[in-house]
């Protein structure tokens, strides 16, 4: 199992260092994403441009620039500075991680909790009334953008424009150390929305798998030997559960693109409304940023889903 885990890590690692380069070539061979030409400002001459070059060191072989700057970014964790303000980008992202944090963990929580509990109660009653409506809503919820299902509960729901006034709206993002309560009330409607796609998604992969786990020959012997109902549903639900824990990391990637719609519709202010104002200004440094610590939250999801089904299936880590 040791050499496993070391195994993923060190592709984790590889897997950083080809998104660095990535993301490095992007942003240096574009002529439009150009640092020198975007700090020069409008209309710039050659001559200023040539000086902002050598300052920034933009005029030596890619390779050597490409070599520091994964320096920079191993060592010191610097990732650059804007080209609009001239803050260091690693501080713009650490101010507003708490805030994406506080909106993907809360998600995530509420999509595996709620998704799996709808998912499990449909699987054990299949064709009642109670399953019709949760997958007649779980296909609702599929098939809603987060963008569009972030106004419709916006205009519903939120006190100062919806039409049932009761949690705050766009806007009223207050930091967890600031005031808990309302920190609380204000993230439940940005994580329903960022929530409910995936918790869909789970809901029905889980009424699914137990239906087909719960026909198997082994759920038949275990009730034919006097086994308790709640043992054998325990049995049922941990067969089904298996394929769906390798969805976790894929969700990870989905969370993060939903996080920049919802970060945006309710002003919240994360890692994904900052990546969004980026790209409309061209401050490509922050942007090239926040994909870098986007994509470290992946690669460690991936890796922890990896660790978690070697445990639960042991013949994962042979392969």
């Known amino acids: 199992m040791t050499a496993y885990i070391v ?4 592709w984790g ?3 950083l260092v080809i998104v660095c380069a990535l993301t490095f070539l992007l942003f240096r061979v574009l002529p439009s994403a150009n640092p020198a030409v975007l700090r020069a400002g409008r209309n710039p001459n050659p001559h200023a441009i040539a000086n902002i070059e050598k300052v920034l060191g933009l005029n030596r072989p ?9 320096k920079d970014v191993v060592l010191h964790f610097n990732l650059g500075y804007s080209f609009y303000s001239d803050e260091a980008v690693r501080t713009l992202i650490g101010e507003r ?19 799996l509990g709808v998912g499990i109660i449909s699987g054990l009653r299949p064709g009642s009334w109670l399953d019709r409506s949760a997958m007649g809503t779980a296909l609702v919820l599929v098939s809603a953008p987060e963008f569009w299902l972030g106004l419709v509960v916006l205009l519903l729901f939120a006190k100062d424009i919806g039409v049932v006034r009761i949690f ?8 967890l150390t600031s005031n808990p309560w309302n920190w609380f009330t204000s993230m439940l409607l940005p994580w329903f929305v960022l929530a409910a ?4 998604i789970f809901a029905r992969l889980m009424r699914g798998g137990l239906i087909e786990a719960m026909g198997e ?18 049995q049922g639900v941990r067969s089904a559960i298996n394929p769906i824990t390798t969805l976790l990391a894929l969700e ?16 919240i202010p994360g890692i994904g409304r900052l990546a969004y104002n980026a790209i409309v200004e061209g401050d490509f440094a922050v942007v090239q940023g926040a994909v870098l610590v986007a994509a470290l939250f992946v690669v460690v999801a991936n890796i922890l889903v990896d660790i978690g089904y070697a445990y639960l299936d042991p013949r994962v880590r042979y392969s």
């Open 217 to 234: 020959d082994y759920i038949r012997t275990a009730r034919a030997k006097g086994l308790r109902e709640r043992k054998v549903v325990r």
């Open 13 to 15: 690692i590889a897997t």
């Open 197 to 200: 796609g995936s918790a869909a």
């Open 97 to 115: 991680l708490p805030a994406t944090l506080s909106l993907a963990v809360g998600a995530a929580l509420l999509w595996i909790v709620g998704g």
């Open 62 to 70: 890619l390779t050597v620039q490409f070599w520091d700057y994964m």
């Open 252 to 267: 990870v990637s989905a969370l993060i693109g939903g996080a920049v719609l919802v970060e945006t519709v309710f002003n």
């Open 7 to 10: 195994r993923r890590i060190l």
């Open 168 to 175: 705050p709206g766009a806007g009223s993002y207050v930091g």
